[in-house]
């Protein structure tokens, strides 16, 4: 089993900036991606951007350039600096750990943008 602990996330003004993070613990494995998803009201969950332990990142369009995933692979941390952002960023994000054999998530973090 891997928990997730995520912290961060709020409420911000349009174009300001945010930053997600979260640790995993528990039965981890050397080599994983970990990354954050997203679920507005009435949608699917959705990308947002991932990152292997070698640093390979993955970003949904509509937040590349504005946003960026970063980790400390010796402490299986994740961060997200969410900048720039809009009303259209608001959503519960996940916090997602992809094990050799299981994926993992965390229970979410608000994050509300007003324009």
């Known amino acids: 089993q891997v928990q997730l602990v995520e912290s961060g996330g709020g409420l911000v003004q349009a174009w300001g900036s945010l930053r997600l993070s979260c640790a995993a613990s528990?039965?981890?494995?050397?080599?994983?991606?970990m990354g954050w998803y997203r679920q507005a009201p009435g949608k699917h969950r959705e990308l947002v951007a991932t990152?292997?332990?070698?640093?390979?990142?993955d970003y949904a369009g509509s937040v590349k350039g504005r946003f960026t995933i970063s980790r400390d692979s010796d402490k299986n941390f994740v961060y997200l600096q969410m900048n720039s952002l809009e009303p259209g960023d608001t959503a519960v994000y996940f916090c997602?750990?992809?094990?050799?054999?299981?994926?993992?998530w965390g229970q979410g973090k608000q994050v509300t943008v007003s324009s």
């Open positions: 528990g039965s981890t494995s050397s080599y994983n991606t």
């Open positions: 997602l750990y992809e094990g050799r054999f299981s994926n993992y």
């Open positions: 990152i292997t332990t070698g640093g390979s990142t």
